[in-house]
């Protein structure tokens, strides 16, 4: 399908807006960073979660360009070297984020227990829910032109639970950090500006995901061979 001009039309609007946050968090970010805090990433992240009783949270540094993420399975926040270490706004803005997808995984937060059961189908669904539907259609099976694409459809469920989970984390990163006194209120604009620009990325992945779900529909879903 990656050689068809029209799968590029379907999804045309999402990779305009997928290059458009990626400008936008590479500025926001360049500007955030900028502006000292007083504390490093690591050790607002460790105020955060230890002021929500999480203190059995670990920090880690791993290597890799804004690689931050929270795994949820060893209870560890991971933090890349950028953040990690760097006294900045754009270093406490991202620490806080993922420190508040560890408080959602400590309160049960159901979009959360969603979102990571979801994930192993989605990573299965993403590739071979495509190459499936192609099969399918090649050699005129319509259950697995259809298998196919109900498999994509687990990628487009997992990136739609995704949005609340990380608008929801950047809300709690933006209270705790105001809160605990880590960043002043006039200083939260660049915050502000990184969070959403990354919130960005995510709803541009969503977008995408849904224009190339409508896509398998309109190119195998109707036709038996192709």
Known sequence: MFWDPMY???I????????????????????AQQIPAPLSGAAAARHVLDSAGLSNVAIEQVGGFLSDHYDPREKVLRL??????????AAV???????????QDAHGYAPLVVRNAAVPLAGFGSN????LAIIGAVVAMKPLVWAGIILFAAVVFFQLVNLPVEFNASNRARAQLV?????????????????NAAALTYVAATLQAILTLL?????????SRD
Request: glycine fraction near 10%; aromatic fraction near 10%; hydrophobic fraction near 50%.
């Open 8 to 10: 590029f039309v379907v």
């Open 80 to 89: 890349s070297p950028e953040v990690y270490s760097n006294r900045s706004l």
């Open 215 to 223: 896509y398998l529909i309109m190119r195998f879903g109707n036709s």
């Open 128 to 131: 071979l829910g495509i190459i």
């Open 179 to 195: 809160g605990l006194g880590i960043v002043g209120r006039e200083e939260m604009v660049y915050v502000n500006n990184v969070l």
């Open 12 to 31: 045309g609007p999402a990779l305009l807006l997928s290059l458009w946050a990626q400008f936008r968090v590479k500025s926001a970010y360049a500007a």
């Open 93 to 103: 803005g991202i620490a806080a984020h993922e420190a508040g997808h560890a408080i």
